[in-house]
């Protein structure tokens, strides 16, 4: 077994979010791929079993648990697997359903790929949840953005979205890492999706992880497409589009993730970014 590690959706050497990735995990059981994810340290670590039929089975791991899939896990392990095997399409059964990503090469010589999420949704967020958010957060009501209601959305799994009004708020983040993990655990999301609207299509995010162990994390694809299909959802951009997501800025790994809205409701969401080894 070969444990590869990649930083997916960075801007810069310092930049993105790295993953640890092992592109043939066959064998492995869910105590040795914990193992793995916890040695490895990075907030996921995607572990792939290729299928007799050309598919591959993935699973991915952070260090204290599994999730049911990671976006900037996937644009790495499929990087990862163009730099061994060449560019092209992948198809791919994660737990949360069937993803597809394809890599090219671009103008400059990096390797980038687009996945497609699987088909997103958005569910109403209880009162008492925002509250507790809120308050785990150490936000108040009025900090919020009334033209981007907050929500639960996936693309993949579940991320509450909770935009601000202003830049600054976004910036000035000091949550409270237990009392936000012990909801996010009572509710199975997997971060939290804090996004400040910048322009019509450019966004800036934070993403807090308290439930796999990691306080934040610099770039979060399966956000990104839960964000995307909340927004085509409630209407709150024009279809189709392309987004523009920075986040990572204010932890110090810039990230740019970009984001591809379909028209049709029921197709999953573009998530674009490179990936290089480390």
């Not at 039929?53 to 790495?76: K, M, N, Q, W």
């Not at 992948?90 to 687009?114: E, Q």
Request: charged letters at 20%; glycine letters at 12%; a negative charge.
């Amino acid at each position: 077994m070969e444990t590869l590690r990649y930083v997916a959706f960075g801007t810069g050497p310092s930049g993105g979010n790295p993953a640890g990735v092992v592109l043939d995990a066959t064998g492995m059981d869910d105590a040795a791929m914990l193992a793995v994810a916890a040695e490895v340290g990075y907030s996921e670590t995607a572990f792939v079993v290729p299928g007799d039929d050309g598919a591959l089975d993935v699973r991915y791991f952070s260090p204290l648990a599994e999730v049911p899939f990671c976006g900037h896990a996937t644009i790495a392990l499929a990087v990862a697997h163009a730099d061994r095997h060449g560019t092209g399409p992948l198809r791919l059964r994660t737990r949360a359903g069937d993803v597809t990503v394809n890599t090219t090469v671009d103008d400059g010589g990096s390797t980038v790929a687009t996945l497609e999420s699987v088909p997103p949704r958005t569910a109403a967020l209880a009162p008492d949840d925002l509250s507790g958010l809120l308050a785990a957060l150490r936000w108040k009501a009025d900090d919020l953005d009334p033209a981007l209601p907050p929500r639960v959305a996936y693309g993949g799994a579940w991320h509450p979205v909770v935009a601000v009004a202003e830049r600054g708020r976004l910036a000035d983040l000091d949550y409270d890492m237990e009392a936000l993990g012990d909801l996010m655990a009572r509710r199975s999301w997997t971060t939290v999706a804090l996004v400040w609207r910048e322009s019509e299509t450019v966004f800036h995010a934070r993403n807090p992880f308290p439930p796999g162990g990691v306080v934040e994390d610099p770039a979060t694809g399966a956000a990104a497409a839960a964000f995307g299909g909340y927004l085509r959802e409630l209407e709150l951009v024009g279809t189709p589009t392309t987004l523009t997501i920075h986040q990572g800025v204010d932890m110090g790994r810039p990230s740019r993730l970009t984001v591809t809205v379909p028209r049709d409701h029921g197709s999953g969401i573009g998530v674009t970014g490179t990936a290089a080894r480390i």
